[in-house]
């Protein structure tokens, strides 16, 4: 599996907007690029994914690099609800449903009020 | 909104035992999945299941785990004989099948405390 790689910690403050980086060097043209979350004491949440495009929902927005290479988890206004640990997995186009998440460490966001 | 449930959120047991721990996934998914997170560690993958049986399954997921499907709404996971290392938050997650249903939707987990 493609490696992804992710800075430990980056702190906010809130109502500002955090940019989450994830260097993907190694992905594969078909690898989607999915982005997950933990907020303290809960299980792992879906936040957004994509393929080539910058993508945006409700959550957040996901600007991918033209090269694929690296891509941003943007929280456009950071509350006190997203400090969390924040995932970018990879995952194979193909993918039958079979395989499991990985998850690296990922990047623990601290909010300030 | 739909969402996957764990029972109990809490469970203490003492070495040795066997416990079983449940999920209610949501209802129109069709692949589960348990993971584990021990205290300060990462997201772990134990096993995933469809059309009742194992897909895959981590080196973890060694013979004293177990996982059923045993209704149409709950999916378990039986630890036979627990250590002390098997304390740990244990997540459920299902999803949907099919091209571009990538999404996993996880419990909110049980704390598992091996005494």
């Known amino acids: 599996d493609a490696k992804t790689t992710q800075p430990n910690s980056m702190e906010s403050n809130e109502e500002e907007p955090v940019h989450l980086p994830c260097n993907h060097s190694?992905?594969?043209?078909?690898?989607?690029i999915h982005w997950y979350r933990q907020l303290p004491s809960q299980g792992p949440e879906y936040v957004i994914h994509?393929?080539?495009s910058n993508v945006n929902n409700r959550m957040a927005s996901l600007a991918i690099a033209e090269d694929r290479k690296s891509s941003t988890l943007i929280l456009h206004r950071a509350t006190l609800r997203d400090a969390a640990v924040y995932y970018c997995?990879?995952?194979?186009?193909?993918?039958?449903?079979?395989?499991?998440?990985?998850f690296g460490s990922g990047t623990r966001l601290q909010v300030q009020p | 909104e739909p969402e996957v449930t764990q029972t109990p959120s809490h469970q203490v047991t003492q070495m040795g035992q066997e416990v079983i721990l449940r999920c209610v996934p949501i209802?129109?998914?069709?692949?589960f999945y348990w993971y584990r997170q021990i205290l300060g560690q990462k997201v772990e993958f134990l096993v995933s299941?469809?059309?009742?049986?194992?897909?895959?399954k981590s080196e973890i997921f060694d013979d004293q785990f177990s996982v059923e499907r045993p209704d149409g709404s709950n999916f378990t996971l039986k630890i036979r004989s627990t250590k002390l290392e098997d304390s740990a938050m244990y997540f459920c997650?299902?999803?949907?099948?099919?091209?571009?249903?990538?999404?996993?939707?996880f419990g909110p987990g049980t704390r598992l405390t091996v005494l």
């Open positions: 997650a299902s999803r949907l099948a099919g091209v571009g249903t990538d999404t996993q939707y």
């Open positions: 190694t992905i594969s043209g078909t690898d989607y």
């Open positions: 994509g393929l080539t």
């Open positions: 997995i990879l995952r194979p186009a193909m993918d039958t449903g079979r395989r499991a998440l990985t």
């Open positions: 209802s129109n998914h069709l692949y």
């Open positions: 299941f469809y059309n009742n049986e194992i897909s895959e």
